[in-house]
């Protein structure tokens, strides 16, 4: 007999217990109201490509800003939504899944997934909206793949973004005290960020090094230019403006938050990455202190 | 008057920051100005719980909770992911002059002042994180079955 509770610390016949059998889980109640319809069920040979469409679409979701709890729960109601029990397990850097068949069918995919922490809410929009649609009327495999494509392949032109990055630097030097001619000068310094961050990017799969190099690069822009023109701009204000942009102080408050809601790994390891980014790019402000110091 | 000039000039650079990163975040058009007015909310609530002398730690708390509460009003509304609303509106609390001058003390080398601006810019996070978790906390408790809502 098993004591429901604390199964694992008796010895049972069961020697391997269910997770399932521990708490109530809210992900596959919505598995039981499914079967009771007609769950529409897919082509055999289809099970993995869905499952693989299944992961592009937390990968996404990843890659977009959600919540982990967000896209643990977003696969596993599509997983429920094609007749299947789901096990998902996210952390930011690896999604993994076993979707379990009525017919007895068990399969296992992961994905490695880059750990970015860029923020796209429209696509992340789309995908939720995708992802309810589908859990309403399921689709194909093929539909659920041209979605998913259209959806990756939304192009954003970067004049918004230029725009909205100096926007930005000018409404924070003003928010933390700056006249408006400092404003205007970290919304231009903030065309250098933008330039830096383009080119880094590109190149540069690191991210610890792309803080380091990004905030030196616009440090000794910003020092150079208020050591060249005397009293006229107070340095700390413009700087302060370009670093909203930069720094990941929203990453921390995530990762935090990450923590509180009870990803504890997923949360302890953004907060872990934050802090070494942090520090990557307050040694890039002091490289460039020093060197524009070095220049009055 | 509820705020000084300086406050209402804060409030309005709040508000068009917040802006400003809904832009950058590629929100949905809709929902800029509500994510914009987050950020002018979550600003306005932490400048009145410092009016109230209650100290920068619960201004972070409470403006959190604010922040989280508006957010989760408007993906019910809206029917969007709540964190399209949460991060714009939380953006204005986050510790920017903190973090510049623990920099720039460490730089000039005066640690005891690089430390105790660390620890403000540590907690304020820590607080502002904890009142979205809080909030997210909550509605999670009252969270319907198989409910397909803003989540």
Excluded at chain 1, 51 to 77: F, H, K, N, P, Y
């Amino acid at each position: 007999m098993e004591a429901a509770g604390i199964p694992g610390m008796l010895m049972t016949e069961k020697y391997r217990v269910s997770g399932r059998d521990r708490l109530p889980d809210r992900r596959n109640e919505a598995m039981t109201e499914t079967m009771e319809q007609t769950a529409p069920v897919i082509p055999a040979g289809e099970e993995d490509a869905l499952l693989q469409r299944i992961l592009d679409i937390g990968d996404l979701m990843l890659q977009s800003g959600a919540e982990i709890g967000r896209v643990e729960d977003t696969i596993a109601r599509i997983g429920n939504a094609y007749g299947a029990e789901m096990d998902v397990y996210v952390i930011i850097y690896s999604i993994v899944v076993t979707m379990q068949y009525p017919g007895g069918r068990v399969l296992t995919q992961t994905r490695r997934t880059r750990g970015r922490d860029d923020m796209e809410f429209d696509r992340l929009d789309r995908l939720n909206d995708l992802s309810r649609r589908c859990c309403a009327n399921p689709m194909t495999v093929g539909e659920l793949a041209a979605e998913i494509d259209a959806i990756r392949s939304l192009h954003k032109s970067r004049l918004p973004h230029i725009a909205s990055c100096m926007l930005a630097a000018f409404a924070f030097s003003l928010f933390f005290g700056g006249r408006p001619a400092d404003g205007i000068a970290a919304a231009a310094f903030s065309l250098l960020f933008v330039l830096l961050q383009g080119i880094l990017s590109r190149y540069s799969t690191n991210r610890i090094f792309y803080f380091l190099l990004v905030s030196l690069g616009v440090g000794a822009g910003i020092g150079a230019f208020c050591r060249l023109t005397g009293a006229l701009f107070n340095e700390e204000l413009v700087m302060i403006g370009v670093i909203m942009l930069i720094n990941p102080g929203i990453t921390m408050i995530n990762a935090v938050r990450e923590m509180i809601v009870g990803n504890t790994i997923s949360g302890a390891l953004r907060l872990i990455e934050a802090t070494i980014w942090t520090i990557a790019m307050a040694a890039g402000f002091m490289l460039a202190i020093h060197i524009t110091g070095g220049i009055a | 008057m509820l705020f000084s000039l300086d406050e209402c000039l804060q409030l309005l650079m709040a508000l068009l920051g917040s802006a400003a990163f809904a832009l950058i975040f590629h929100t949905p058009e809709k929902c800029i100005f509500p994510a914009a007015l987050g950020g002018f909310v979550s600003w306005a609530v932490y400048l009145l719980t410092m009016h109230a002398g209650r100290g920068y730690l619960m201004a972070c708390l409470l403006s959190g909770i604010a922040a989280a509460l508006w957010a989760e009003a408007f993906a019910r509304v809206m029917k969007k992911p709540v964190t399209v609303f949460l991060i714009s509106s939380v953006i204005p609390l986050i510790p920017g002059r903190d973090m510049y001058r623990t920099m720039s003390n460490l730089v000039v080398g005066n640690l005891g002042a690089a430390a105790g601006y660390g620890q403000t810019m540590v907690l304020s996070m820590i607080f502002i994180a904890g009142g979205m978790s809080l909030v997210a906390a909550a509605f999670l408790l009252f969270r319907g079955r198989g409910r397909q809502g803003a989540m």
